[in-house]
């Protein structure tokens, strides 16, 4: 029986056999590195904000303003959420407020530019779209054409990146 490929149930068998080969012979980094060699200088969450704000000023105008996008140390892989779109009510004088905040997973600090790019534009998508149904997808591609290609290629730097995990942390065998 093969080994299931954590972030990739849901896609082809033919692709999956794919990753996994690449996966046994090791060359998962080597495939990411190839395709996506440029990393970001977004590392604040002020850098953040207007990354994100560029983005949302030039496809969703009519959405509403952000109030805060940060990078949040909490959101990860083994939590199963990058980014989170929330909003956040409050009463100010006597009106209720909703704030828009969007947090991403500190995980894309060290990602590279188009998969920060990808989490981003999947948030913005949210501000319009709350539910992963066809328009948000088509949403998301208005925004970023390459976005599948994107999402499943990030799901390849996950799998890669949580095999990296689990050989650091993974005990040492003990000398006979």
Not at 3 to 19: C, F, G, R, S
Not at 54 to 63: D, G, M, N
Not at 146 to 165: A, S
Request: charged share 25%; aromatic share 10%; glycine share 2%.
């Amino acid at each position: 029986m093969t080994p299931v490929l954590k972030y990739l149930q849901h896609y082809p068998l033919a692709l999956q056999d794919k990753i996994r080969q690449l996966q046994t012979q090791g060359l998962l980094e080597e495939y990411i590195s190839t395709r996506y060699p440029q990393s970001h200088t977004i590392q604040t969450d002020k850098a953040l904000y207007q990354y994100a704000n560029e983005i949302k000023q030039a496809f969703l105008r009519t959405a509403p303003l952000l109030d805060k996008v940060h990078y949040d140390n909490r959101l990860g892989i083994e939590h199963h959420a990058l980014g989170l779109n929330t909003a956040i009510s409050r009463v100010q004088g006597g009106k209720l407020k909703a704030k828009k905040e969007i947090k991403i997973s500190s995980f894309f600090k060290a990602a590279p530019a188009d998969f920060l790019r990808m989490i981003v534009v999947h948030e913005l998508a949210h501000l319009k779209e709350r539910n992963h149904d066809k328009a948000f997808y088509q949403l998301c591609q208005h925004m970023e054409p390459d976005y599948h290609q994107l999402e499943f290629d990030c799901r390849v730097y996950l799998l890669w990146k949580n095999e990296l995990i689990i050989k650091t942390v993974a005990p040492k065998p003990l000398a006979p």
